[in-house]
């Protein structure tokens, strides 16, 4: 069975950082783009950042552009997010995701995403 781990989420003051880490299990998501999205409280899950299965296509939502860092390492299939800079309005579950689709397409729709994680909180205060 394919699942998606998340972990790293937690409190976090504003201006402060966090990692979020995604392991796959099951199966390498070999050619699969990975992802973040997240979603806030009260609010529709948003996407967050993309990265393709060659590292070479990376898309990020514009509010996190120059803070949130998305990595890769296919050979130990995790798919990391690098959070600086943390604002009170990051606060929410974020969740990995994988699709056989491109990084960009992930960035644009997410009603195909293939696999979806469970999610880990993330609560920045201020």
């Known amino acids: 069975q394919v699942q998606l781990v998340e972990s790293g989420g937690g409190l976090v003051q504003a201006g402060g950082s966090l990692r979020l880490s995604c392991a796959s299990s099951?199966?390498?998501?070999?050619?699969?783009?990975m992802g973040w999205f997240r979603q806030a409280p009260g609010k529709e899950r948003e996407f967050v950042a993309a990265i393709s299965w060659t590292n070479t296509s990376i898309y990020y939502t514009d509010s996190v552009k120059g803070r949130f860092t998305i990595s890769r390492d296919n050979a130990k299939n995790t798919v990391l997010l690098q959070m600086n800079s943390l604002k009170p309005e990051d606060t929410a579950v974020y969740y990995c995701?994988?699709?056989?689709?491109?990084?960009?397409?992930?960035?644009?729709?997410?009603?195909?995403?293939?696999?979806w994680g469970k999610g880990t909180l993330v609560t920045v205060s201020s």
């Open positions: 995701a994988a699709s056989r689709n491109t990084a960009q397409t992930m960035s644009k729709r997410s009603d195909d995403i293939d696999y």
């Open positions: 099951g199966r390498p998501f070999t050619y699969y783009a």
